[in-house]
């Protein structure tokens, strides 16, 4: 059974920073491409970072030069760094696994990042 655990959401200032941890179980995480989505109210869910099994990375436009994705396999955790935080950045994140070897989505239940003052 897999599961993802997201942790690390909370409510930060503008311009502030917040690191997300997903902590995988039931999957074979060295061989898995690792996401981060996020889905803002009233709009769909979009990939905002993912980490592949041989660690390229690519990002959504918006959040290139501020946002950073890691993995870290011994731990079977994949992260999210999180700076210069805007409003617009407020929406659960959640994170995607997507083992090679079946190309099936795995999702955590998400955790709620709020940009506000």
């Known amino acids: 059974q897999v599961q993802l655990v997201e942790s690390g959401g909370g409510l930060v200032q503008p311009g502030g920073s917040l690191r997300l941890s997903c902590a995988a179980s039931?999957?074979?995480?060295?061989?898995?491409?690792m996401g981060w989505y996020r889905q803002a109210p009233g709009k769909e869910r979009e990939l905002v970072a993912r980490?592949?099994?041989?660690?390229?990375?690519n990002y959504e436009d918006s959040v290139k030069g501020r946002f950073t994705i890691s993995r870290d396999n011994a731990k079977n955790t994949v992260y999210l760094q999180m700076n210069s935080l805007k409003p617009e950045d407020t929406a659960v994140y959640y994170c995607?696994?997507?083992?090679?070897?079946?190309?099936?989505?795995?999702w955590g239940k998400g955790t709620l990042v709020t940009v506000s003052s």
């Open positions: 995607n696994a997507r083992p090679n070897y079946n190309a099936v989505d795995y």
């Open positions: 039931g999957v074979a995480f060295s061989f898995a491409a």
């Open positions: 980490v592949t099994s041989s660690f390229s990375t």
